[in-house]
């Protein structure tokens, strides 16, 4: 195991340059002006520059915005889900930019140590953030799957070695992301950062976990439940676009047989078949080596009752508006 202190030892030349001048935080707004307050309080205290793009909100959130001095507010004409991301990272002029999303905001030292990590580390394109969850601060399951990665360092670069991340917690090199051409908006919301992982692992950039950067969520589930058809067609996609033909029938059968048995799980197989014709034509496996590091992921995943129709996701929203 590495330890966490070796992401903390800064590089002589980082020291005297600002944060200001290395990160930009980029968020990612979408009808949630009854409680962006708190999330644009934390994010100026940051002192570094915060460019907010609303995706078509229909309620309050773009006045919300527009009203803070400091924040730089790229309007969308319409929703177009992650893609939004792309319009605002195009307009930073720093190095790394921090995506952020409307329920959660960064620990300012947190940046600093992932900035330090990048400056270091060139063909490092991303780190994702230790996620700590409402007021408990206790940390995200999917951080917990994240730094006991099972995948060994080839590049020379300490930490969890990751094949995906998180979209609204992690700090990006821009010059990676604009390689590889950002988010691609076919995908909308619902795993998309799958597909930008794998074609950043295609270019032979690296991803990994930092837990000294350090992302406070307060995760809304507003609109979660529309967004699960979403998700396994997205899955379905990624699978198909990118994976090795046997890896990817077997990852198509493992998720099919995962996938809850009810209505999101039917419109979402169907809206992946609407797409096979271009998933074809861009068809474009990644190498076997690569294939190989998720296949190593997919196994350690357990498999739920064949017929369940649980969906937790839904339990969750439900609740929520409860109280």
């Known amino acids: 195991m590495v330890s966490t202190s070796v992401f903390q030892q800064p590089p002589a030349r980082a020291e005297r340059v600002d944060l200001a001048d290395r990160v930009t935080v980029v968020l990612l707004t979408y009808n949630c002006a009854h ?13 570094i520059a915060v460019i907010a793009v ?4 229909t309620d309050g959130t773009l006045a919300a915005l527009q009203e ?5 507010v790229v309007a969308m004409a319409t929703n177009i889900g992650a893609a939004a991301r792309n319009e605002g990272l195009l307009r930073a002029g720093t190095p790394y930019v921090a995506f952020c999303d409307d329920d959660g905001w960064y620990d300012r030292d947190g940046l600093v140590a992932a900035a330090d990590f990048l400056d270091r580390y060139e063909r490092l394109a991303l780190v994702n953030a230790r996620i700590l969850v409402k007021q408990e601060q206790y940390l995200d399951p999917i951080s917990a799957e994240m730094a006991a990665s099972p995948l060994p360092d080839t590049a020379g670069i300490p930490g969890p070695v990751l094949v995906s991340f998180m979209g609204g917690a992690c700090v990006v090199r821009v010059s990676a992301y604009r390689e590889v051409g950002g988010y691609d908006p076919e995908f ?11 074609k ?3 270019a032979e950039w690296q991803m990994r976990y930092l837990p000294s950067a350090v992302m406070y969520h307060r995760p809304s589930v507003a609109n979660a439940p529309r967004l699960r058809p979403f998700g396994l067609r997205n899955t379905l996609w990624n699978t198909w676009l990118h994976r090795r033909f046997c890896s990817a029938l077997r ?3 493992f998720t099919l047989a995962d996938a809850p048995k009810n209505r999101d799980t039917v419109r979402g197989v169907l809206m992946a078949a609407r797409g096979i014709g271009w998933v074809a034509r861009r068809r474009d496996p990644m190498p076997a080596d690569i ?3 998720i296949a190593v992921l997919d196994r350690r995943r357990t498999r739920r009752p064949l017929f369940h129709r649980h969906d937790p996701i839904h339990e969750m929203a439900r609740r929520a508006a409860g109280e």
């Open 188 to 198: 909308f919301l619902g795993g998309e950062e799958e597909t930008l992982s794998f």
């Open 35 to 47: 409680r962006i307050a708190p999330v644009l309080d934390h994010l100026a205290d940051l002192g």
């Open 68 to 72: 803070r001095q400091g924040i730089d």
């Open 251 to 253: 990852h198509t059968v």
């Open 291 to 293: 294939d190989a590091s």
């Open 200 to 202: 950043l692992l295609k």
């Open 54 to 57: 609303d995706n078509a909100s």
